[in-house]
C-alpha cells in the first residue's frame, strides 16, 4: 500500500510539474482575436463623448471669437415707414422716411478691439481643453487595457496554481489515510485551495469589470471576445530629471491653457485702458422723403433724396466707468499672473515626481523580476532533490507556492511600471506619439 500511495504521488507530482512549465506569460482564455492597445486606443478616442462634447465647446468659443469679431465688420441696415406729422415732422428715429438705407462700421475702439483679442486667446484654450481630453481619453483606455492584461495573467497564473493545490490536497487526503500525515496537514491543504479559489473569483469579477469597460470605451459589442497582451507599451529609457521638466514646461497643456488665458486678461486690460481714447465709426445714410410730411414748409429747399456719408467720432472727457474697468482688468491681469506661476510650480514638481516614481517603479519591478527568477531556480532545485528522494512533498509544495506569489509579484510590479510611465509620458506631451 506504502508503494502504491507513493506511486501516486510521484504521478500526480510530475503531472503537476507538467502544468506548472507551461508559459504563464500567455493567458488561457476564451479565443477572440487579439486587441492591440494602439488600437483600442484608437477606437476609444473615436467613440469618446467626452471629447465630442469637448470639441463642441472649441466650436462655441471660435463661434463667439467670431460674434465678438464682426462688430468690426460693415453693418447694413434698411427700413421703410409712413407717419402722419402735425407741425416740424419728426419721429423717435429722426424724420419719417418712405424708404432709408444706412451703414454703420467700427474703425477705431481700443476696448472692443481688447474684447476681440481676448475672445481669440480663450479659444485658443478651448483647443488646448480638447486636446487634454483626448490625451485623459487615452490615459483611461491604456490603463484600463493594461490592467485588463495584468488580470487575465494572474487568472491564468492561479488557475494553474489552483490545479497543483488540488492536486496537493489530494495526495495530503491520501497520504492521511494511509497514517503518513496528520488530519491537520489535510486542512491546511484544503485552505490553500480554498485561498486560491478566492482569488480566482476575486479576479474573475474584475476581469469581467475591466472587459466592459474597456468595451464601453472602445465601442465593442458586449458578446465579442478580444484578447490583449501585457507588453504592448514599450519601456522608456531612463529621462533625467531637467530634461523632464524641460519637455513638461513646453508641451503641458494645461499651463498652455493658463498662459492663453493670462494673455486674454491682458487684452482685456489694454482695451480698456484704450477707453480713454475716442472712438471712430464710418457712417452712412440714405433717405427717400415723402411730400406727404410737410418738409416743404419748413425747409427753403426740400429735396426728396437725402444722403449722408462721414466719420462718427466720441471723445471721452470723463468716464468714471473707464477708470472702474481698468481697475478690474488690471485685478484678474494679476490674478492670471498668479494662477499661471502656482501652475507651472506644479508642472515641474509633478515631472520630477514622475520621474522618482518611474525609478522607484522599475527598481521595484527589477527586485520583483530577480525573485521570481530566484523562485523559479528553486523549483528547480526542489524538484530534482525531490525525485531523488533528499526533499519531500512540504518543500515542493512550498517552493511551488512560492514561485506562483512571485509570479504575482512581478505582475503587480511590471503593471505599475506601466501605469508610472503613461504619468510621465501624459505629464511630459508624449503620450498621444507613444500611443498612436
Do not use: C
Not at 110 to 133: I, Y
Amino acid at each position: 500500500m506504502r508503494l502504491r500511495g507513493i506511486a501516486l504521488l510521484a504521478a500526480l507530482i510530475f503531472a503537476g510539474a507538467a502544468d506548472a512549465q507551461a508559459p504563464p506569460g500567455v493567458p488561457r482564455a476564451a479565443a477572440g482575436e487579439v486587441l492591440p492597445l494602439k488600437h483600442a486606443v484608437a477606437l476609444a478616442v473615436q467613440n469618446s463623448r467626452e471629447l465630442a462634447l469637448a470639441r463642441m465647446r472649441q466650436t462655441v468659443a471660435e463661434k463667439s471669437a467670431g460674434v465678438t469679431r464682426s462688430l468690426f465688420h460693415p453693418h447694413l441696415y434698411t427700413g421703410s415707414g409712413a407717419a402722419y406729422t402735425s407741425g416740424f415732422p419728426q419721429t423717435p428715429s429722426g424724420p419719417p422716411t418712405l424708404f432709408n438705407l444706412s451703414y454703420v462700421q467700427t474703425v477705431f475702439n481700443l476696448p472692443l478691439r481688447g474684447q476681440v483679442r481676448a475672445s481669440e486667446e480663450r479659444s485658443k484654450k478651448e483647443r488646448l481643453d480638447v486636446q487634454n481630453t483626448e490625451e485623459a481619453v487615452m490615459l483611461t483606455a491604456a490603463a484600463t487595457y493594461l490592467e485588463l492584461a495584468k488580470v487575465r495573467h494572474a487568472l491564468a497564473l492561479l488557475r494553474v496554481e489552483r490545479a497543483g493545490a488540488q492536486r496537493i490536497a489530494d495526495v495530503t487526503r491520501l497520504r492521511a489515510g494511509e497514517g503518513l500525515e496528520l488530519a491537520i496537514e489535510v486542512t491546511r491543504a484544503q485552505l490553500t485551495v480554498a485561498r486560491i479559489e478566492q482569488r480566482i473569483i476575486q479576479h474573475e469579477t474584475r476581469e469581467e469589470g475591466l472587459a466592459a469597460q474597456l468595451r464601453e470605451l472602445t465601442g465593442l459589442p458586449p458578446d465579442r471576445a478580444f484578447d490583449v497582451s501585457a507588453d504592448e507599451l514599450v519601456p522608456l529609457a531612463s529621462l533625467p530629471a531637467g530634461e523632464a521638466v524641460t519637455q513638461a514646461l513646453a508641451a503641458n497643456t494645461d499651463l498652455k491653457a493658463a498662459e492663453h488665458e493670462r494673455q486674454a486678461r491682458d487684452f482685456r486690460l489694454r482695451g480698456e485702458k484704450g477707453g480713454y481714447w475716442p472712438t471712430l465709426d464710418l457712417v452712412g445714410y440714405y433717405g427717400l422723403y415723402t411730400r406727404a410730411n410737410n418738409f416743404a414748409d419748413f425747409y427753403t429747399k426740400f429735396e426728396r433724396h437725402g444722403v449722408t456719408i462721414g466719420v462718427s467720432a466720441k471723445i471721452p472727457i470723463f468716464s468714471s466707468r473707464t477708470r472702474s474697468q481698468v481697475a478690474l482688468a488690471q485685478a484678474d491681469l494679476s490674478a492670471a499672473e498668479l494662477e499661471l506661476k502656482h501652475k507651472r510650480a506644479q508642472v515641474e514638481a509633478a515631472a520630477r515626481q514622475q520621474v522618482r516614481a518611474g525609478r522607484e517603479a522599475d527598481a521595484t519591478r527589477e527586485v520583483a523580476r530577480l525573485e521570481l527568477q530566484l523562485a523559479q531556480e528553486n523549483v528547480r532545485l526542489v524538484q530534482s532533490q525531490f525525485d531523488e528522494g533528499r526533499a519531500g512533498l512540504r518543500e515542493l509544495e512550498k517552493a511551488r507556492l512560492d514561485e506562483s506569489e512571485r509570479w504575482m509579484q512581478f505582475i503587480e510590479a511590471r503593471f505599475a511600471q506601466q501605469k508610472t510611465q503613461l504619468e510621465l509620458l501624459r505629464v511630459t506631451g508624449q503620450l498621444a506619439a507613444a500611443l498612436r
